[in-house]
């Protein structure tokens, strides 16, 4: 089982991103799929989660209506649109499934917005 994220990097304030996370050894739509994300200094936060059986979506208060999370089946990725972007979201921003009683984790990838 691996997870691998991408599309972080260096953004400006008020610009959009979309990080991806490729999924191997598991097909997501079997796995209670999350974003989490943290921050220097700080505990890690859980952003979003996209439910294995119908879809669901849930967010965190902080990104409600400029973060989405979403699904490829077909690809077997789940993305994290996020518009807006102020300071207050540079992290890393890691990718979570969870699949029965067993959690696995991606390494992280770092966002950073700033002027």
């Known amino acids: 089982v691996q997870l691998v994220e991408s599309g972080g990097g260096l953004v400006q304030p008020g610009e959009s991103l979309r990080l991806s996370c490729a999924a191997s050894?598991?097909?997501?739509?079997?796995?209670?799929m999350s974003w989490y994300r943290q921050a220097p200094g700080k505990e890690r936060e859980l952003v979003a989660t996209i439910n294995k059986s119908d879809s669901t979506t849930t967010y965190a208060d902080s990104v409600k209506g400029r973060f989405t999370i979403s699904r490829d089946n077909a690809l077997n990725k789940v993305y994290l649109q996020r518009n807006g972007l102020n300071p207050g979201d540079t992290s890393v921003y890691s990718c979570?499934?969870?699949?029965?009683?067993?959690?696995?984790w991606g390494q992280g990838t770092q966002v950073t917005v700033s002027s």
């Open positions: 050894g598991f097909t997501v739509t079997s796995a209670i």
């Open positions: 979570r499934a969870v699949s029965g009683f067993r959690g696995y």
